[in-house]
């Protein structure tokens, strides 16, 4: 998340700095910032995720096992 909210600062910052009609202001920054922190509490579960990726890893091995035994119909 911190990776993010530093990314969209940095591109923020970027586009600042050549003083353009497209650039933000310190005002502006604190907006995106508050909206990114919002939206990343709503959209980012890490029980969510880490169970989603349990499940890949659990059809991974089975799949694996399935193929050394030479079965193609995969996992029912």
Do not use: C, H
Not at 39 to 53: C, H, K, M, R, V
């Amino acid at each position: 998340m911190a990776v993010y909210l530093l990314g969209i600062v940095g591109v923020a910052l970027w586009l600042s700095a050549d003083g353009g009609a497209g650039s933000f202001n310190a005002q502006e920054v604190s907006a995106l910032k508050t909206q990114y922190e919002s939206w990343a509490g709503a959209s980012y579960d890490e029980q969510t995720i880490a169970a989603n990726l349990a499940m890949i890893d659990k059809r991974t091995a089975t799949l694996q096992v399935l193929l050394s035994r030479g079965d193609r119909r995969g996992p029912a």
